[in-house]
């Protein structure tokens, strides 16, 4: 059947280019396999060029699948064809074009799609530069990428899933198979569901969301290189030459993966009210432990360069760092982290397509380690105490152990899938849980081995290959006297008392100043060669920094009043509007509420003390002055939920971070037309009731105007009477009123009497008793209390550090990486 | 004894301390009957909200209280520090991580699961059909 203005053609076409894309890695394996598996000398043998050539038409027709299924998605997403499942759950027409490349990545798909795309990148630069590395890589490259371009095809074998197609129409998803509308050939223009998408999580609809992920996605692609190296290194069994060409790589995903990262909590920082740029939410946790090995893996790589032995551990921890980063992909796409998480991805039912390609590349890659592993070259002595690789493996060891103690906490629903009472093997009693105190138990575990790692990041550039000599390593304690001062200050100065952040203080401007040290006195502030002491001294700022804004975050809109005995504090401060409240060192006023587009935004106005002299007293209210305006706003949202978003005011050493987190956001209309719960009343003439605890109602006269009975039964047929009441305010102000009420027959007419200004009617229901007690009903306006807001504020002191080591650490990575190109482009010209 | 043996002793002993810490700090999921048996203990509990009993919210003390279900059908009081959620009415499940005292479960910390959160589950709704002569809706 025709389906009219259906793009079904592009539909179609969109998973032959996926289809192409699969079977071009299939093909690219093997005939990449072929060459991978053969002696460097049959290589050379006549259908060398043949095999390699297409080999590499093989990866081009994969290419050409990848690029044409990502064209043909964002031109669905761009023309809004409603009638693709994609398009319809990740875009809407109101949505800002800019976040067209979002919706992109929003969904799992798109996200595959991705890193699948970043892969085919950097699969023409190992083309083009991999020389007799080549068969190896794309062989090990195209089997990543045909399990990836797996997870797209969306076709059935049998009752199996395979994959899920970004192409698939909505007639087509199996709920609706067969329901009577997708008979119909003008389903499009019958069903006005199709006219619009969902939309874009309002989370996600800000630039970060446009910048992260393809930047973590290339992070994620990069690590895959050395691991590439690592396993064509164990194929041809050239265990430590892979090193030299992995190493650039290496860093790159060091430099890339690291941004990424960070860039994640600048994002929750900036953006979400998570109160903070890190929370070990598990997602975050799990994108942070393969760039971890990934940086224990590029030290050892160093080592072997040098040693050209003992490469075990080194090929352990390349092949360990892509692993986890399948790992990761499968703990935030299988639905398995939905109880522990804020933002993992629904379950898509691929479970069974993640764990095989996770159990394939972790079978598969240590299976051909250990193999391999008693023909490694061993080292014959042990490294000298004072050598730069025996304490490069100490750190990179320490490294491990503690992305193994995240992998462990993070796993805890893995461990209970497993281990759990309906688990495969059911050995606890109970479930576990992840740690309550999630900061608390994480921090407590993890800044020992940063304690660690910053001592090692101090003194290893003054250590050399072999042996130190003793001269070297003396200059070092220059940076560590110094060191003892400057904490010592610092720790008085921020008042820090618990011994591990002085500790972690301390271990960390080590490593600052050492490495200053090092690039300004040894290394003469070249930046060529600066990379290693630059990224290095970067690191160590962003852990001052994130110790410091961590350690001393105060929340300074703390509520001081007793409210309940389980509740000592409370963070939350109550803003009623146009009112100014003390917040110390602030004081501070919510002025207005507007509604830009979807937010409804909250102007928060601080003021500082104008009084030099001034004590935190009264008398200071007289003496304010604007310090400067913040806007949290709460982004509107029908259908997916209303998000709080943060403003932060940034100093140089300190961040004013605040959000909103309650307010009334009824529209006006719904706010003032409502009325509160009545209150009934009696009262006689000359009595005095309270109403809504702010008024005084005075019965001051009850008038009968109009009388009429019935001659023969002697009933009243007609009553028109006229109450007068004065409703009297607390600070004297006195509003007079009449309340009429008729009587015609059986009819009552006692219409409700409304004092506008004061938002307040009442109406008058008869007169009760014969003592003449009648009754009155009043209501309140819902708006009559004067709105406010709950609003949240903490200091980050010194948050600026971070990210300036942040942006210290990717330049310096990147510069390490230039370095060895530079040096390995020297190398081809002599 | 080699160093390498030293180190690698002291590798697998700071590894088995870090996991055995790790699963000391490791709270459990409970139900209402467990976390009041244990309390003053924190505990997860997962549960669903009860709609029909009130929930309150006091805005100037920022006390949210309602009644959660946990999954042995038990009822309880849950207090909590905090504005409401978001949504919390259209939450599936809530994970409450509290503990309790004499009068209720006190939540430190409140995960909700929504079927809205990324992707909404209820795909797209043909019940709007325009018949051939007139929209009708």
């Given at each position: 059947?025709?389906?009219?203005?259906?793009?079904?053609f592009?539909?179609?076409?969109?998973?032959?280019?996926?289809?192409?894309?699969?079977?071009?890695?299939?093909?690219a394996?093997f005939?990449?396999?072929?060459?991978?598996?053969?002696?460097?000398a049959?290589?050379?043998?006549?259908p060398?060029?043949?095999?390699?050539?297409?080999?590499?038409?093989?990866?081009?027709?994969?290419?050409?699948?990848?690029?044409?299924?990502?064209a043909i998605?964002?031109?669905?997403?761009?023309?809004?064809?409603?009638?693709?499942?994609?398009?319809?759950?990740?875009?809407?027409?109101?949505?800002?074009?800019?976040?067209?490349?979002?919706?992109?990545?929003?969904?799992?798909?798109?996200s595959?799609?991705?890193w699948?795309?970043?892969h085919?990148?950097?699969?023409?630069?190992?083309?083009?530069?991999?020389?007799?590395?080549?068969?190896?890589?794309?062989?090990?490259?195209?089997?990543?990428?045909?399990?990836?371009?797996?997870?797209?095809?969306?076709?059935?074998?049998?009752?199996?899933?395979?994959?899920?197609?970004?192409?698939i129409?909505?007639?087509?998803?199996?709920?609706?198979?067969?329901?009577?509308?997708?008979?119909?050939?003008?389903y499009?223009?019958?069903?006005?569901?199709?006219?619009?998408?969902?939309?874009?999580?309002p989370?996600l609809?800000?630039?970060?969301?446009?910048?992260?992920?393809p930047?973590?996605?290339?992070?994620?692609?990069?690590?895959?290189?050395?691991?590439?190296?690592?396993?064509?290194g164990?194929?041809?069994?050239?265990?430590?030459?892979?090193?030299?060409?992995?190493?650039?790589w290496?860093?790159?995903?060091?430099?890339?993966?690291?941004?990424?990262?960070?860039?994640?909590?600048?994002?929750?920082y900036?953006?979400?009210?998570?109160?903070?740029?890190?929370?070990?939410?598990?997602?975050?946790?799990?994108?942070?432990?393969?760039?971890?090995?990934?940086?224990?893996a590029g030290?050892?790589?160093?080592?072997?360069?040098?040693?050209?032995?003992?490469?075990?551990?080194?090929?352990?921890?390349?092949?360990?760092?892509?692993?986890?980063?399948?790992?990761?992909?499968?703990?935030?796409?299988?639905?398995?982290?939905?109880?522990?998480?804020?933002?993992?991805?629904?379950?898509?039912?691929?479970n069974?397509?993640?764990?095989?390609?996770?159990?394939?590349?972790?079978?598969?890659?240590?299976?051909?380690?250990?193999?391999?592993?008693?023909h490694?070259?061993?080292?014959?002595?042990?490294?000298?105490?004072s050598?730069?690789e025996?304490?490069?493996?100490?750190?990179?060891?320490?490294?491990?152990?503690?992305a193994?103690?995240?992998?462990?906490?993070?796993?805890?629903?893995?461990?209970?899938?497993?281990?759990?009472?309906?688990?495969?093997?059911?050995?606890?009693?109970?479930?576990?849980?992840?740690?309550?105190?999630?900061?608390?138990?994480?921090?407590?575990?993890?800044?020992?081995?940063?304690?660690?790692?910053?001592?090692?990041?101090g003194i290893?550039p003054?250590l050399?290959?072999?042996?130190?000599?003793?001269?070297?390593s003396?200059?070092?304690?220059?940076?560590?006297?110094?060191?003892?001062?400057?904490?010592?200050?610092?720790?008085?100065?921020?008042?820090?008392?618990?011994?591990?952040?002085?500790?972690?203080?301390?271990?960390?401007?080590?490593?600052?100043?050492?490495?200053?040290?090092?690039?300004?006195?040894?290394?003469r502030?070249?930046?060529?060669?600066?990379?290693?002491?630059?990224?290095h001294?970067?690191?160590?700022?962003?852990?001052?920094?994130?110790?410091?804004?961590n350690?001393?975050?105060?929340a300074i809109?703390?509520?001081?009043?007793?409210?309940?005995?389980?509740?000592?504090?409370?963070?939350?401060?109550?803003?009623?509007?146009?009112?100014?409240?003390?917040?110390?060192?602030?004081?501070?006023?919510?002025?207005?509420?507007?509604t830009?587009?979807?937010?409804?935004?909250?102007?928060?106005?601080?003021?500082?003390v104008?009084?030099?002299?001034?004590?935190?007293?009264?008398?200071?209210?007289?003496?304010?002055?604007?310090?400067?305006?913040?806007?949290?706003?709460?982004?509107?949202?029908?259908?997916?939920?209303?998000?709080?978003?943060?403003?932060?005011?940034h100093?140089?050493?300190?961040?004013?971070?605040?959000?909103?987190s309650?307010?009334?956001?009824?529209?006006?209309?719904?706010?003032?037309?409502?009325?509160?719960?009545?209150?009934?009343?009696?009262?006689?003439?000359?009595?005095?009731?309270?109403?809504?605890?702010t008024?005084?109602?005075?019965?001051?006269?009850l008038?009968?105007?109009?009388?009429?009975?019935?001659?023969?039964?002697?009933?009243?047929?007609h009553?028109?009477?006229?109450?007068?009441?004065?409703?009297?305010?607390?600070?004297?102000?006195?509003?007079?009123l009449?309340?009429?009420?008729?009587?015609?027959g059986?009819?009552?007419?006692n219409?409700?009497?409304?004092?506008?200004?004061?938002?307040i009617?009442?109406?008058?229901?008869?007169?009760?008793?014969?003592?003449?007690?009648?009754?009155?009903?009043?209501?309140?306006?819902?708006?009559?209390?004067?709105?406010?807001?709950?609003?949240?504020?903490?200091?980050?002191?010194y948050?600026n550090?971070?990210?300036?080591?942040?942006?210290?650490?990717?330049?310096?990575?990147?510069?390490?990486?230039?370095?060895?190109?530079?040096?390995?482009?020297?190398e081809?010209?002599? | 004894?080699?160093?390498?043996?030293?180190?690698?002793?002291?590798?697998?002993?700071?590894?088995?301390?870090?996991?055995?810490?790790?699963?000391?700090?490791?709270?459990?999921?409970?139900?209402?009957?467990?976390?009041?048996k244990?309390?003053?203990?924190?505990?997860?509990?997962?549960?669903?909200?009860d709609?029909?009993?009130?929930?309150?919210?006091?805005?100037?003390?920022?006390?949210?209280?309602?009644?959660a279900i946990?999954?042995?059908?038990?009822?309880?009081?849950?207090?909590?520090?905090q504005?409401?959620?978001?949504?919390?009415?259209?939450?599936?499940?809530?994970?409450?991580?509290?503990?309790?005292?004499?009068?209720?479960?006190?939540?430190?910390?409140?995960?909700?699961?929504?079927?809205s959160?990324?992707?909404?589950?209820?795909?797209?709704?043909?019940?709007?059909?325009?018949?051939d002569?007139?929209?009708?809706?």
């Open positions: 059947m025709h389906y009219l203005g259906e793009h079904s592009w539909s179609t076409l969109g998973r032959l280019f996926v289809a192409l894309s699969f079977a071009g890695a299939l093909i394996a005939f990449y396999g072929i060459q991978a598996f053969r002696t460097p049959e290589r050379e043998e006549r060398v060029l043949t095999l390699r050539r297409a080999a590499r038409w093989a990866f081009g027709l994969h290419s050409i699948g990848v690029l044409g299924t990502i998605l964002f031109t669905a997403l761009f023309n809004h064809w409603f009638e693709f499942d994609y398009v319809w759950r990740h875009s809407s027409l109101d949505m800002p074009m800019q976040y067209i490349a979002s919706c992109f990545w929003e969904g799992q798909e798109g595959f799609l991705l699948l795309t970043w085919m990148i950097l699969g023409w630069v190992l083309i083009r530069t991999a020389k007799t590395w080549e068969y190896g890589t794309l062989f090990a490259l195209s089997l990543v990428q045909l399990f990836l371009a797996s997870m797209l095809l969306g076709i059935y074998l049998g009752d199996i899933k395979l994959g899920s197609s970004p192409f129409l909505i007639r087509e998803l199996p709920e609706n198979l067969g329901l009577p509308w997708t008979e119909m050939s003008d499009l223009m019958r069903i006005p569901a199709f006219r619009d998408g969902q939309g874009l999580n989370l609809q800000n630039y970060w969301m446009v910048i992260h992920p930047t973590l996605f290339l992070g994620f692609a990069a690590v895959t290189i050395p691991f590439l190296f690592a396993m064509t164990l194929f041809e069994r050239r265990y430590t030459e892979w090193v030299l060409p992995a190493l650039p290496t860093f790159f995903g060091i430099a890339i993966l690291g941004t990424g990262v960070l860039m994640g909590g600048a994002w929750a900036e953006a979400l009210s998570f109160g903070g740029f890190w929370a070990w939410d598990p997602v975050e946790n799990s994108s942070l432990v393969p760039w971890l090995t990934l940086v224990a030290h050892l790589m160093m080592v072997v360069k040098h040693k050209k032995t003992a490469p075990a551990t080194t090929i352990f921890l390349a092949i360990l760092s892509f692993l986890l980063v399948l790992y990761s992909t499968f703990l935030t796409r299988s639905g398995i982290l939905g109880d522990t998480s804020v933002h993992a991805f629904v379950d898509l039912g691929l069974g397509q993640l764990l095989a390609l996770l159990g394939f590349f972790t079978l598969g890659s240590l299976g051909v380690f250990f193999w391999h592993q008693r490694m070259p061993k080292s014959a002595s042990e490294d000298a105490f050598s730069r025996f304490w490069m493996f100490i750190g990179a060891l320490t490294l491990l152990l503690s193994a103690q995240i992998t462990f906490s993070t796993s805890i629903p893995v461990l209970n899938k497993l281990i759990g009472p309906d688990g495969l093997v059911p050995i606890l009693q109970t479930q576990m849980a992840p740690p309550a105190d999630a900061a608390k138990h994480y921090n407590s575990l993890q800044i020992p081995f940063a304690l660690i790692i910053s001592v090692l990041m290893a003054f050399r290959w072999k042996e130190t000599p003793k001269e070297l003396r200059r070092v304690l220059w940076s560590a006297g110094l060191t003892l001062i400057l904490t010592a200050l610092v720790a008085w100065g921020l008042q820090l008392t618990e011994v591990l952040y002085i500790g972690l203080l301390g271990t960390a401007l080590f490593a600052f100043l050492a490495n200053a040290d090092y690039w300004l006195r040894f290394l502030g070249k930046w060529t060669a600066g990379g290693m002491a630059l990224a001294l970067g690191f160590a700022l962003v852990l001052i920094g994130a110790l410091i804004s350690a001393k975050k105060e809109s703390t509520n001081a009043t007793f409210i309940h005995q389980d509740f000592p504090a409370n963070e939350n401060i109550l803003l009623p509007q146009s009112d100014t409240v003390s917040m110390y060192p602030y004081y501070v006023s919510w002025k207005a509420e507007r830009e587009g979807h937010n409804r935004v909250f102007d928060v106005e601080f003021y500082e104008d009084m030099p002299l001034a004590s935190w007293a009264d008398g200071e209210r007289n003496h304010l002055k604007t310090a400067f305006t913040l806007h949290p706003f709460i982004q509107m949202n029908a259908r997916m939920g209303n998000v709080r978003e943060p403003s932060t005011q100093f140089w050493n300190k961040d004013i971070y605040t959000y909103v309650y307010a009334d956001l009824r529209s006006e209309a719904e706010k003032s037309g409502d009325w509160k719960e009545p209150m009934e009343a009696s009262l006689k003439t000359g009595d005095e009731v309270f109403l809504f605890n008024y005084l109602l005075h019965g001051d006269t008038v009968v105007e109009d009388a009429a009975f019935d001659p023969t039964t002697g009933e009243l047929t009553l028109d009477l006229a109450l007068s009441l004065t409703l009297k305010g607390m600070d004297g102000s006195q509003y007079p009449v309340l009429p009420y008729h009587l015609d059986n009819n009552v007419e219409a409700e009497v409304e004092w506008a200004d004061l938002g009617k009442i109406r008058f229901d008869g007169v009760k008793d014969e003592d003449g007690t009648y009754g009155i009903t009043a209501w309140e306006k819902k708006s009559n209390d004067p709105p406010f807001i709950l609003m949240q504020a903490f200091i980050f002191p948050i550090l971070l990210w300036l080591g942040s942006i210290l650490m990717g330049v310096g990575s990147l510069l390490a990486v230039w370095k060895r190109i530079y040096r390995s482009l020297n081809g010209k002599k | 004894m080699k160093r390498s043996s030293i180190i690698l002793l002291a590798v697998v002993a700071l590894l088995i301390g870090a996991l055995l810490v790790t699963l000391q700090d490791a709270s459990i999921y409970a139900t209402f009957d467990m976390a009041k244990q309390q003053p203990e924190t505990v997860t509990v997962v549960a669903t909200l709609l029909d009993s009130p929930m309150d919210f006091d805005p100037k003390a920022s006390i949210l209280t309602f009644q946990d999954k042995d059908g038990q009822r309880s009081v849950v207090r909590y520090n504005p409401k959620p978001t949504d919390f009415e259209r939450s599936e499940e809530i994970t409450l991580t509290g503990h309790y005292t004499d009068s209720a479960f006190i939540a430190t910390e409140i995960l909700m699961k929504c079927p959160k990324y992707t909404d589950g209820e795909g797209i709704n043909p019940d709007a059909i325009y018949t002569n007139q929209p009708s809706t």
